[in-house]
């Protein structure tokens, strides 16, 4: 293995979720293949018909589990409706909600 595969690894852990086998990482596996050619990501500039990056979303007020649970299970158009399964819901979820815990609080 090269030193530049080595680095690439070790990015890539450093930026993910614990890990791909909890659910905060299996949730991000979901919404990048399913959400993001929608979604923008953090730092993208905005662009027309591209949705809010998920890092703004969680920080709305009022998104809290109840919130993205419901949002999960009904369909919320104009967004295309993806059939998840029940355990890919609870993954996205508990990604939403880690990601939540690492945005900064919005000043009041």
């Known amino acids: 293995?090269?030193?530049?595969m080595v680095a690439a690894a070790v990015l890539l852990l450093a930026i993910m979720p614990a890990g791909a086998t909890d659910a905060p990482g299996r949730g991000k596996r979901v919404v990048?293949?399913?959400?993001?050619?929608?979604?923008?990501r953090a730092g993208q500039p905005?662009?027309?018909?591209?949705?809010a990056s998920?890092?703004?979303?969680?920080?709305r007020p009022g998104r809290d589990a109840a919130y993205f649970n419901r949002l999960l299970h009904e369909d919320h158009f104009p967004m295309t409706t993806f059939r998840l399964f029940e355990n890919e819901k609870q993954d996205v979820l508990a990604y939403l909600l880690w990601?939540?815990?690492r945005q900064p609080q919005p000043r009041r």
Request: proline residues 7%; positive net charge.
């Open 32 to 40: 990048d293949e399913w959400c993001r050619l929608c979604h923008l």
């Open 1 to 4: 293995m090269t030193t530049k």
């Open 54 to 59: 998920y890092e703004a979303i969680v920080r």
């Open 99 to 101: 990601l939540q815990r």
């Open 46 to 51: 905005p662009r027309p018909g591209m949705a």
